[in-house]
């Protein structure tokens, strides 16, 4: 239904109505928003704008979360969505409200909230007005803040905000029929649902200015004193201030912005980092240059000048660890003479051994020459190559094998005798080097054997 306002034309829009009772605000309450303007710039600046910053999924301690808030405004009977109503002329009286808030999560709070004040309309049944005195109310709300979380600005300056619930409301309505008689109704307690939502605007660490409007349904039709069998309702439009309690240099929970938090830990821990790592630069650049001065090697003979007892030796002098010429070494020649009676023994083995078909293992017939062999290299300090071959029956890489390991073999045998292993070399050709014709069994015969050369 459209709502009359008095000295003013009918309005359909909430933005209207809401503008026609701040201006009418302005002008008949210019003393609380006064006072309220002065308590706000004298707050702010008394309040120390230090604030010290918390972490991430801090505890609650890190925070204030109690605060409290002193409000004053605008009593109408009126609703801005329409509905229905027993007097069509509005009267604006003032109205006082006063809260304490637990805030429990950066967008969310319980306060509990006191209001009174005076409410009162024109033009009802027969022309009859109505004033109900509202000396208190008390009520519990859940206060919902949209804006906290932005991922833009570290700390919005106005935060909207919702609130809703539910408590008692005392009141006592009188009635003014228009020949002037009042029926006043006895004071009565009933149970309302306050539902508001505002805009807070942060003026300083801890301290808020709220521009607030609530609608308030009444379980009762006779808050205006005429029952008309329809529960009565009443708006209250408020600018206060909200003041969060404990420590300065704690933030307010409702101001924090967890984004916020997490963006200036990430950054902290980056500037931390990447000071690390410029400190840790320089120091291996230091090191570094420290490095090429205690290691530089002038006559590069591999000892460093700080080290070098001996400096400016000719290129390619072998030097000793303090970088002093080392005194040239005489080589000893071990003279070593193969006699004749040597190689016969050497042929003697050659020409007796033997190995099994196909196979590595030498056959027991051949042990006594393989012994005078490794006797003969204990006694004289001979070194002895021996050369596998065979002919080239079978795979080029069977035949490769089979000579490394016969003559490998013969190696294994002659140091099982004493001999030095060091001093016997075992190589295998295959079929690479025949001395007779593959041609023949003869010529076969003869391409499998293991050469000996004694040196």
């Not at 230090?50 to 609703?79: C, D, H, M, Q």
């Not at 009443?234 to 420590?247: D, I, K, Q, R, T």
């Not at 390991?405 to 294994?412: G, I, L, T």
């Amino acid at each position: 239904m459209p709502i009359a306002f008095q000295n003013l034309s009918m309005k359909s829009t909430l933005e209207s109505k809401l503008n026609f009772m701040m201006e009418i605000l302005k002008q008949r309450k210019t003393g609380i928003i006064a006072a309220l303007a002065i308590l706000a710039a004298s707050s702010a600046f008394a309040q120390s704008t230090t604030v010290n910053e918390v972490k991430p999924f801090a505890p609650e301690s890190e925070y204030r979360t109690w605060s409290i808030g002193v409000n004053g405004g605008v009593l109408v009977p009126w609703n801005p969505f329409g509905f229905h109503r027993d007097f069509k002329g509005s009267e604006y009286n003032l109205g006082y409200s006063a809260y304490i808030k637990k805030q429990i999560l950066p967008g969310f709070g319980i306060q509990a909230e006191y209001m009174g004040g005076k409410v009162a309309g024109k033009n009802g049944p027969e022309n009859a007005s109505f004033e109900t005195k509202m000396p208190w109310s008390a009520s519990v709300l859940a206060n919902i803040t949209l804006a906290n979380v932005n991922w833009r600005h570290e700390n919005g300056l106005i935060q909207p905000y919702l609130t809703a619930g539910g408590g008692a409301i005392n009141f006592e309505p009188t009635v003014t029929a228009a020949d002037g008689t009042a029926t006043t109704t006895k004071s009565t307690t009933k149970f309302f649902i306050p539902v508001g939502l505002g805009l807070k605007f942060g003026v300083a660490p801890g301290i808020n200015i709220d521009l607030g409007y609530t609608m308030n349904f009444v379980k009762s039709p006779i808050f205006d004193g005429v029952n008309t069998g329809s529960n009565d309702k009443f708006s209250y439009g408020h600018v206060g201030l909200e003041f969060a309690l404990g420590a300065k240099e704690k933030p307010f929970l409702a101001h924090s912005n967890p984004v916020a938090a997490m963006k200036r830990e990430y950054q902290a821990n980056y500037d931390e980092l990447a000071a690390a790592l410029k400190v840790q630069k320089e120091e291996n650049e230091a090191l570094k240059a420290q490095l090429a001065t205690d290691l530089a090697d002038d006559d590069e003979d591999g000892v460093a000048n700080k080290y070098d007892k001996c400096p400016g030796t000719p290129a390619n002098t072998k030097v000793d660890g303090s970088g002093c010429p080392l005194p040239e070494a005489k080589q000893v020649v071990q003279q070593i003479t193969v006699t004749e009676e040597d190689r016969k023994v050497v042929d003697e083995a050659i020409k007796n051994l033997e190995f099994d078909l196909s196979k590595a293992t030498i056959r027991a017939t051949s042990y006594p020459s393989l012994d005078r062999v490794a006797q003969l290299l204990v006694d004289k300090n001979f070194s002895l190559k021996l050369a596998g071959h065979t002919d080239n029956t079978g795979s080029m890489q069977l035949n490769m094998r089979l000579s490394k390991e016969r003559a490998e073999a013969v190696k294994a045998y002659l140091v099982s005798k004493g001999a030095n292993p060091s001093r016997i070399e075992a190589t295998g050709y295959g079929p690479t080097q025949p001395i007779a014709t593959n041609a023949t069994a003869e010529g076969r015969q003869a391409n499998r054997r293991v050469e000996f050369t004694l040196y």
